[in-house]
């Protein structure tokens, strides 16, 4: 086997385990030494990126329409047939290349996760991981097909988030109603998964030697910069600084409604206006206003995202039976990304593109890197990536500079956006707290009852400034509004923490854009050949989680609102 003989991602797709095993066989049983080690890696790489793309192809297929029972179906039969004895043959390679004692240039970072992923890796994991793919496809379905009746009219749920913009608080009340009690009709299916993803869970990191599933994934995570215990220290820091911050914002909006206590469906409307700001009327204004934004930033990054556009690599608006969320993902083979999401006509549909984008550039610039290993980008930076690009994209984001909005709708919008980061980290303080206490108890968090209890008490403890009073169960059912708890265990404090990267990006950005361009490409184009902190100064800021960080943040955030106030 060589590059030129193995098959297209066209041909890949189609092979079965029997077909395209010879090809792991070949590998495993050439002749591994200094003269011939980056002929094999360069091999090796190519069969990985299409095993991933074929992956990412298949599950992309069944987010776009989760009603397709035939892209479903071949999604599991990749999942149950290939899948795994592609993982087992590639386990393998990584053994050979560990055993052979050789350290390729740059290939220092991708050996020591090769490590890490060894010590982890068991086959009799590998169906159990495959089980617990099944049942986040199954997931997917029942969010999917969460939809409310509005005036005669179905929408999903996503869409009748555009509601709680509106200006009229009956009309926001009773959409945010409608929502929930639509999500709290899905309980007990969702509780059924829930337990399913627990048992699988707890017998994967068994299997594994680990006593806790957080240790597990704490290792499969690659997490080697920091530990549990300092993302207790996040927590702390944030209650200890972002809370008050994120009250502050919340009861500014209190007052300028004029409601005596806010509630959930206050919290997203803008109450300097009279109604709510449509940025554009189609996802083609979406993607053409989008072009422009990117052609200003960097006109390399504008060329990237004209590429998405003419390859059809944008599936943007929101339609029944489609996935729920937003993502980003590689077609590694083909050296193109995607980008999934869910456009529904409002003003933060603009951010998600930004965001997801920032992923997609982030994929453009690692293909610089020649080896799939290579390309293999810590979480924590790879989400600065997509929040930085939200930031640096800003001062495009007015009409007169190409973009959305008039002069006094770009001030709301940039007050929604610099509110929205205080508001996340709080918020994302719940999302990561809990996930602690399900894996430190993991039979309690079987119960569903004390997973309610558990996220009400940490909600109360980082969201204050919001009044539940009466919809104690829509409280409660929080943690199931949040796919990533269910799908991606403990992936969520690495928002927090790009974020902080991000705003101290954007915080160089005020000083000399240009230049923080410069270096926020030239740290994604690293990708994975170096460890997270060396990511973070490379990008010009350091990688950080403790109150005087977040100080630094929150004060130039804060300074910022009161000035954008004083424009609306």
């Not at 911050?245 to 997203?268: F, H, N, Q, S």
């Not at 709301?412 to 980061?421: M, S, V």
């Not at 994604?524 to 950080?544: E, K, N, Q």
Request: charged share 25%; hydrophobic share 45%; glycine share 4%.
């Amino acid at each position: 086997m060589t590059l030129s003989t193995l098959p297209t991602i066209t041909e890949f797709m189609d092979l079965s385990w029997e077909q395209i095993e010879p090809f792991f066989v070949e590998l495993a049983g050439r002749p591994l030494d200094a003269g011939s080690v980056q002929g094999w890696l360069a091999d090796w790489s190519r069969l990985s990126e299409l095993v991933d793309e074929t992956y990412s192809r298949l599950y992309f297929a069944t987010t776009q329409d989760t009603t397709d029972d035939a892209a479903e179906a071949r999604f599991h039969a990749f999942l149950e047939g290939v899948f795994p004895k592609a993982q087992a043959s590639d386990q393998a390679l990584k053994q050979k290349l560990l055993a052979s004692g050789l350290e390729p240039d740059g290939f220092e970072i991708p050996l020591r996760n090769m490590r890490a992923e060894a010590a982890l890796f068991r086959e009799a994991n590998l169906p159990l991981q495959t089980a617990q793919s099944k049942v986040t496809s199954r997931l997917n379905r029942v969010f999917g097909a969460q939809t409310i009746d509005w005036d005669g009219s179905e929408m999903t749920v996503l869409q009748s988030e555009v509601l709680l913009l509106d200006p009229d608080r009956a009309v926001r009340e009773r959409a945010w109603r409608l929502a929930s009690d639509r999500q709290l009709a899905d309980r007990d299916a969702v509780n059924a998964l829930w337990v399913q993803y627990m048992d699988l869970r707890k017998q994967i990191a068994r299997n594994a030697g680990f006593d806790s599933f957080r240790d597990y994934r704490w290792q499969q995570l690659l997490r080697f910069s920091y530990t549990p215990d300092d993302c207790t220290t996040f927590h702390n820091a944030i209650e200890e600084v972002v809370v008050p911050a994120a009250t502050r914002i919340y009861e500014r909006k209190r007052a300028l409604l004029g409601v005596e206590t806010l509630r959930p469906w206050d919290v997203e409307v803008d109450p300097t206006a009279s109604a709510p700001i449509v940025p554009y009327k189609d996802v083609a204004e979406l993607e053409d206003k989008g072009q422009a934004i990117f052609d200003r930033v960097d006109p390399a990054l504008g060329a990237y995202f004209a590429t998405m556009r003419r390859d059809g690599l944008l599936d943007l608006d929101n339609r029944k039976g489609k996935g729920p969320g937003a993502y980003s993902t590689s077609f590694e083979a083909s050296k193109r990304p995607i980008i999934f999401m869910n456009a529904v006509g409002s003003r933060a549909d603009i951010r998600t593109l930004l965001h997801e984008a920032g992923h997609a550039f982030h994929a453009f610039e690692a293909w610089a890197q020649p080896l799939y290993h290579q390309r293999m980008v810590p979480m924590e930076f790879a989400e600065v990536a997509s929040m930085s690009m939200e930031l640096l994209a800003a001062p495009y984001l007015p009409a007169s500079e190409g973009g959305f909005f008039a002069p006094e709708d770009a001030a709301r919008d940039r007050i929604a956006h610099l509110e929205k980061i205080v508001k996340f980290w709080p918020y994302m303080a719940v999302v990561d707290a809990y996930q602690h206490w399900v894996y430190e108890n993991v039979d309690a968090a079987r119960d569903p009852e004390q997973c309610d209890a558990t996220w009400s008490a940490l909600w109360d403890r980082f969201m204050p400034g919001i009044d539940f009073s009466g919809l104690e169960a829509d409280k409660a059912n929080g943690w199931h509004r949040k796919r990533h708890i269910h799908r991606s265990p403990f992936y969520y404090v690495e928002y927090g923490m790009a974020q902080l990267g991000a705003v101290l990006v954007w915080k160089n950005a005020l000083r000399d854009q240009a230049d923080a361009v410069r270096q926020y490409r030239h740290a994604l184009s690293l990708a994975g050949t170096v460890d997270l902190p060396d990511l973070y100064r490379a990008a010009g800021v350091r990688f950080a989680f403790d109150a005087a960080a977040l100080r630094e943040a929150v004060d130039l955030l804060e300074g910022t609102l009161d000035d954008l106030y004083a424009q609306v």
